[in-house]
């Protein structure tokens, strides 16, 4: 991946000079690989439930379709989103990203997939934006899905606008309904995380990406029980998040108890979508010995049944320097 022009300094800058350049040289060809790609690996980490919260603003229309094949066919359970947003494009940008989530949630009838409302981090998105998803979630009947207060920048932009905080403000604005998925939270104050926890929200905690991103340690999540453990785009290896988790907590001084709980809490995230599962997994030493989802045996013995890896692995390595090449000319 092509290093940025200027080492970035601060947290935006990261988003500005990496991230975001690289969610703008996606296209459809490299979503299909990296999602089946992505979906493949983690299954063969044992991990049976996905919650995307996917962005690629050169490809709105058609990119939840393009995960939700990959997730159906390869057969792992997934959440799928698009984070509305208008930091490239302004209001005609968000109304594109919603307008995706609108139409998967309305037309999509795989079985393991369901669609959720999403939002990108609501300092880039306007009030009118975050009211139109609000008001989307309850024509669809389903919840939010957005990133919050993972850097100061967040909470910083709300008080601009004269909120209290980000999460004040998706309350005020009424785009929070109960079982809503709000991640990070790495500087909610406990009262926010009490007051997330009893809107019924869940708070997902990210350690490898927010110590990657060193954006800090979220200590106040320990005043909720309704916490769960994920990645942010990391491997899909809850094994070694869930080992990051207890390595930063003990650090951090958190609820031991309350951090273990976390990667378990989970389960009920996704069974509130769900419904009851049946998905199996069973583990030796690390290895996947048997994985079944929704009555489909998919891993048996380190071995995904339902793809070809290495042929899945192959195309993403070819498309890969097409993607770093689209990526360097922005």
Known sequence: MPAPGRAPQRFVQILERIWWRLD????ERALRASARLYV????????????DHHESPSFIAGSLDVLADACQELGIRALLCYGATERNGGRAE??????????FISANSRPLVRGLVGLHASFTVSDETVREAGEMCGDLETVLHVHLAEDMADVE????RDWPGPLERLVELRALPRGSVLAHGVHLSREQVRTAEALGCWIVQNPRSNRGNGVGYPVALAASARVALG??????????????????????GDDMEAARGRAEAGRELAAERFGSMDDVCEMDAGTVRLLTIAGRLVVRDARLLTGDIETIRAAAASEAPRLWQRMDTL
Do not use: F, Q, W
Request: aromatic fraction near 2%; hydrophobic fraction near 35%.
């Open 24 to 27: 703008r040289a996606i296209d």
């Open 40 to 51: 493949a690996e983690a299954l063969l980490h044992g991990t049976s439930v996905l919650v």
């Open 94 to 103: 968000a109304r594109r990203g919603l307008e995706e989530c609108r139409r």
């Open 157 to 160: 932009d709300a008080r601009r």
């Open 231 to 252: 990645t942010d785009g990391y491997p899909s290896d809850m094994t070694e998040e869930r080992k990051v988790l207890l390595d930063e907590a003990n650090e951090h």
